[in-house]
């Protein structure tokens, strides 16, 4: 049996894991504390919590749809009903998509695809070398590891620093604008507003969620995620941290302003800054597999900056692998 390393946990990760796993010895390392990647899932307490990463899936190829309706029927995933505001008038003329979310949170999808996989989080991957035909490890957290096969599929960026040794191919010198985005959380008194969702046409806030919405959980309180566009946290990203008090009042007043939400105290706010949310243009290969390396990478990036990119993703690279 051959060892397979996968770095991250994400729909991309647990997705090749997965289908490795039925002849291989797979092992995951994420650098996050738990799984979903960019589909994570900020857990307040018991079941309350904000999907402040990916929103929903619309599934558009048959592949993807026929695996989306799989976990339909195993409860893993459910449609989010109730009111969806569109304020876009651009995206208005689109065709209304059915939104699928998590039962419990957006990382369902990544829980469900690893829960036979042994995980390691709190790993980041901090420098990599092929030796003998195996690859070592090493982690920041001082560990060092020995596989046959190493799978990557950290954003571009990421990528291109730890593999720059490695790989000659010309996607690998490709300058990638991968978009930030910055999400704010809130909690805040129960409105009698009964809407699930906005989508903003504006230049700082772009959407916002009703937690509530999803039915996952009861609570006295309103529940909401708001994310802003890419063009204004493009801007910001770098000071996120430093600057996360007004980047957030921003936000939240464009919210109660633009929503029609009665403006109300924020009791609990929570700030996290995506540095590297999506890249519009994708590539012209869906993964990459080099064969005399034991070298596989597959992300969301290479095909386009939905979930449904890093499922495709991953099933391209596992053709290649299983040949
Ligand atoms: C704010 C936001 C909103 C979005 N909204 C939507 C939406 O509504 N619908 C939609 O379809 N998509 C949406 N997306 C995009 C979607 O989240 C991504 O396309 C998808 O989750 C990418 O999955 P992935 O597995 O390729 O990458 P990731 O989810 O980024 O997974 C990579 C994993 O690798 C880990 N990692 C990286 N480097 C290392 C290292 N050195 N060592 C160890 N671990 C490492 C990371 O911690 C991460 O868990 C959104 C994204 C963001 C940020």
């Given at each position: 049996?051959?060892?397979?390393?996968?770095?991250?946990?994400?729909?991309s990760?647990?997705t090749i894991?997965?289908l490795?796993?039925?002849?291989?010895?797979?092992?995951?390392?994420?650098?996050?504390?738990?799984?979903?990647?960019?589909?994570?899932?900020?857990?307040?307490?018991?079941?309350?919590?904000?999907?402040?990463?990916?929103?929903?899936?619309?599934?558009?190829s048959?592949q993807?749809?026929?695996?989306?309706?799989?976990?339909?029927?195993?409860?893993?995933?459910?449609?989010?009903?109730?009111?969806?505001?569109?304020?876009?008038?651009?995206?208005?003329?689109?065709?209304?998509?059915?939104?699928?979310?998590?039962?419990?949170?957006?990382?369902?999808?990544?829980?469900?695809?690893?829960?036979?996989?042994?995980?390691?989080?709190?790993?980041?991957?901090?420098?990599?070398?092929?030796?003998?035909?195996?690859?070592?490890?090493?982690?920041?957290?001082?560990?060092?590891?020995?596989?046959?096969?190493?799978?990557?599929?950290?954003?571009?960026?990421?990528?291109?620093?730890?593999?720059?040794?490695?790989?000659?191919?010309?996607?690998?010198?490709?300058?990638?604008?991968?978009?930030?985005?910055?999400?704010?959380?809130?909690?805040?008194?129960?409105?009698?507003?009964?809407?699930?969702?906005?989508?903003?046409?504006?230049?700082?806030?772009?959407?916002?969620?009703?937690?509530?919405?999803?039915?996952?959980?009861?609570?006295?309180?309103?529940?909401?995620?708001?994310?802003?566009?890419?063009?204004?946290?493009?801007?910001?990203?770098?000071?996120?941290?430093?600057?996360?008090?007004?980047?957030?009042?921003?936000?939240?007043?464009?919210?109660?302003?633009?929503?029609?939400?009665?403006?109300?105290?924020?009791?609990?706010?929570?700030?996290?800054?995506?540095?590297?949310?999506?890249?519009?243009?994708?590539f012209?290969l869906k993964s990459y597999w080099?064969?005399?390396?034991?070298?596989g990478i597959c992300a969301d990036?290479f095909v386009?900056?939905?979930?449904?990119a890093g499922w495709i993703s991953a099933n391209d690279l596992f053709k290649k692998i299983d040949k």
């Amino acid at each position: 049996m051959s060892s397979y390393c996968v770095i991250g946990s994400g729909i991309s990760g647990a997705t090749i894991a997965n289908l490795l796993n039925k002849k291989n010895t797979v092992n995951i390392y994420d650098k996050a504390r738990g799984p979903g990647g960019r589909c994570s899932f900020k857990r307040l307490h018991n079941s309350k919590g904000f999907d402040h990463g990916a929103q929903y899936v619309s599934p558009k190829s048959t592949q993807f749809k026929k695996f989306i309706k799989k976990l339909i029927k195993k409860k893993i995933l459910k449609i989010w009903q109730g009111k969806h505001i569109n304020q876009n008038k651009i995206k208005k003329k689109n065709k209304k998509h059915t939104k699928i979310i998590g039962t419990s949170g957006n990382n369902d999808i990544s829980k469900y695809l690893i829960k036979n996989i042994q995980c390691y989080f709190l790993s980041e991957l901090d420098k990599i070398k092929f030796i003998n035909n195996k690859w070592k490890l090493d982690f920041k957290n001082n560990q060092t590891k020995y596989y046959d096969n190493l799978i990557l599929t950290c954003p571009f960026p990421q990528l291109k620093k730890l593999t720059k040794k490695y790989i000659k191919d010309p996607f690998i010198k490709k300058k990638i604008k991968m978009d930030a985005n910055i999400t704010v959380m809130i909690k805040i008194k129960k409105t009698n507003k009964n809407v699930s969702s906005y989508l903003f046409n504006d230049e700082i806030l772009g959407w916002a969620a009703k937690e509530n919405s999803k039915k996952r959980f009861k609570s006295n309180y309103d529940l909401w995620t708001l994310q802003s566009t890419h063009g204004w946290a493009n801007k910001r990203i770098n000071k996120n941290r430093k600057n996360k008090e007004i980047n957030s009042k921003i936000l939240i007043d464009k919210f109660f302003k633009l929503s029609g939400v009665q403006k109300t105290k924020i009791l609990t706010l929570l700030n996290h800054g995506w540095k590297y949310s999506s890249n519009s243009r994708p590539f012209k290969l869906k993964s990459y597999w080099n064969s005399k390396l034991n070298l596989g990478i597959c992300a969301d990036w290479f095909v386009g900056p939905r979930v449904e990119a890093g499922w495709i993703s991953a099933n391209d690279l596992f053709k290649k692998i299983d040949k």
